[in-house]
């Protein structure tokens, strides 16, 4: 299995607040995603980083942003959050110099914004 | 753009009954990948294969099989002689390099 970690894995908040996800790996991969998933939705893309410093916005980037300081940390921030936030939110890497074109995912962060 | 459509929402079999999941893609892109992944109730996405545009070969592992056809911009998936432990969502993706388009998912309901 990938080395991913994700945390927390369970979170509830008030509307309104900040939130960062936390999402740490072992592989040395160059790519990090984070994704939400909701009913219906499937995996939607959130941000993406490709290098230390290097992201870029998915096509849901609207109250999130992100920050990769270290190759093995991806944190994704939720500045104010809102209960439309409340979803289960998936990171992933990859790396395809090293042939890894698939995405592995860690464990998923369900967060609740009530 | 890039677009993935899984148009089964549900589908539920018996086991020992064969199912197909079908995925229609959506790309300009001339190179790609396709993939699979299985998502069991314990919430993990778990990869199952990957295909790359240029490679049509189906591809069989044990009672899991692929259909992959550019003509119809299509990356099916077959279960034969299906199980309860395949009692899952099944999301089919497209990707480059760099990012990962997913569909809405498939959930597949085996019931014993």
């Known amino acids: 299995d990938a080395g991913i970690t994700q945390s927390p894995r369970h979170k509830v908040t008030e509307t309104g607040t900040p939130v960062t996800l936390r999402c740490h790996q072992t592989?040395?991969?160059?790519?990090m995603y984070w994704y939400r998933q909701d009913p219906g939705h499937g995996l939607r893309l959130i941000h993406y980083?490709?290098?230390?410093?290097?992201?870029d916005k998915g096509e849901v980037s609207d109250g999130y942003s992100v920050s990769r300081s270290k190759t093995e940390d991806f944190l994704l921030t939720l500045e104010s959050a809102t209960s439309s936030q409340t979803s289960v939110y998936f990171c992933?890497?990859?790396?395809?110099?090293?042939?890894?074109?698939?995405?592995?995912f860690g464990q998923g962060t369900r967060l609740t914004v009530v | 753009a890039q677009k993935v459509t899984q148009a089964q929402t549900e589908i539920s079999v018996v086991e020992k009954e064969d199912v197909t999941l079908d995925c229609v893609y959506e790309?300009?892109?001339?190179?790609?990948?396709l993939f699979w992944y299985k998502q069991p109730p314990s919430g993990e996405l778990v990869f199952l294969i990957r295909?790359?545009?240029?490679?049509?070969q189906n591809e069989i592992s044990g009672r899991y099989s692929w259909n992959f056809q550019k003509s119809t911009s299509s990356f099916n998936f077959t279960i034969t002689a299906s199980q309860v432990v395949d009692s899952a969502v099944y999301f089919c993706?497209?990707?480059?390099?760099?990012?990962?388009?997913f569909g809405s998912g498939t959930k597949l309901n085996v019931k014993p």
């Open positions: 592989e040395n991969h160059r790519y």
């Open positions: 980083s490709y290098g230390v410093k290097d992201t």
């Open positions: 295909r790359n545009s240029f490679d049509e």
């Open positions: 790309t300009r892109d001339t190179t790609y990948y």
């Open positions: 993706a497209l990707g480059n390099f760099n990012k990962f388009y």
């Open positions: 992933a890497i990859s790396e395809p110099i090293q042939g890894h074109t698939e995405a592995f």
